[in-house]
């Protein structure tokens, strides 16, 4: 037989990302932190394996150390309300309290203190996300590294190596003497761009493509004017998009930005900004000065509000 018990008041918020999940629990009045890398529990993508919720909520209950009345789930890969809500009942059947899944990107606003505005993460992937008048997710991108995602780590290497290859095309091996070139070559070990494009698509993955971002960034400032152009595409992609939810009904004219890409590489953020205001000078950008999870907890306060604390089983 199940046990009753009486929930104690405590809440949790979890961030989970495509490397690391964040867990932060307030309980008793004290806050408690924890990150661990997102392959401890999770196998595959999130729905690959209906035991990834069964970890997920042993985790939660290990952090916050008591049965929580509210847990709040910001996720990557819950990209519809159909996944939404089917993430929220599979973890809802496997812990005890109010639970809720949602994009990650929804965590930015609340974050930032914010209640309404449009989240731009890019990061390991990359999502546009807004809401309605009726409080539903408008969308933008985030179908993932090898077809989208062209703001994401593993994105904006995808777009170097074809930029790369398109300026050989049209300048001949030359084009490899830019320090895009260089870093490429060094990087998969390549002696020119035929064996680049071999040993670049045989090393696809998200963590190998998504490990040479960084790189993209540092040739621009060794003066590259290919990785210059393509920073400047991810953020026209970026911009563009946030006009497109706006257009499909999002609401807000406040812009929140967070995601390793976006925090790690100011680069990024000036040209979205610039993009931006481009577009619509009413739109005002804020870069993420604070980690995600504490828009979950943020979320998970207002939700215990709504409650009163009650018997659940265990």
């Not at 989240?119 to 991108?141: H, N, Q, R, W």
């Not at 003066?223 to 499909?248: E, K, N």
């Not at 205001?277 to 504490?294: I, K, N, S």
Request: proline share 4%.
């Amino acid at each position: 037989m199940p046990d009753l018990i009486e929930t104690t008041g405590a809440i949790v918020g979890v961030d989970v990302g495509g490397t690391k999940t964040h867990l932060r629990a307030l309980v008793a009045g004290e806050t408690v932190d924890r990150v661990v890398p997102s392959e401890l529990w999770r196998a595959g993508a999130i729905f690959d394996d209906t035991v990834n919720f069964d970890r997920l909520a042993q985790l939660v209950l290990e952090t916050a150390g008591t049965v929580p009345d509210v847990t709040i789930v910001g996720s990557h890969g819950i990209d519809s309300t159909r996944q939404r809500l089917q993430a929220t009942a599979l973890l809802g059947e496997r812990m005890p309290g109010h639970v809720e899944v949602v994009n990650d990107a929804v965590l930015l606003a609340p974050a930032m203190g914010l209640e309404t505005a449009v989240c731009v993460i890019a990061g390991t992937g990359s999502v546009i996300v807004g809401f309605d008048a009726d409080g539903e997710p408008v969308t933008a991108d985030g179908y993932g590294w090898l077809i989208a995602d062209d703001a994401s780590a593993p994105g904006i290497s995808r777009r170097a190596a074809v930029a790369l290859l398109r300026a050989v095309d049209e300048s001949g091996a030359a084009a490899m003497a830019d320090p895009l070139g260089a870093r490429f070559l060094a990087a998969f070990e390549a002696v020119d761009h035929v064996d680049l494009a071999l040993r670049f698509q045989a090393a696809a993955s998200e963590a190998s493509w998504g490990g040479f971002a960084p790189e993209v960034f540092a040739a621009v400032a060794d003066g590259s004017t290919i990785a210059q152009t393509v920073i400047a595409a991810s953020a026209t992609h970026l911009a563009d998009a946030v006009v497109a939810v706006r257009r499909r009904g999002a609401r807000g004219s406040d812009v929140v930005a967070a995601g390793g890409v976006m925090t790690a590489q100011p680069l990024l953020a000036e040209l979205l900004r610039t993009e931006l205001r481009t577009r619509d000078g009413a739109l005002h950008l804020h870069v993420l000065d604070e980690p995600p999870v504490v828009g979950a907890l943020a979320l998970a306060a207002a939700r215990r509000d709504q409650f009163s604390p009650r018997k659940v089983l265990l």
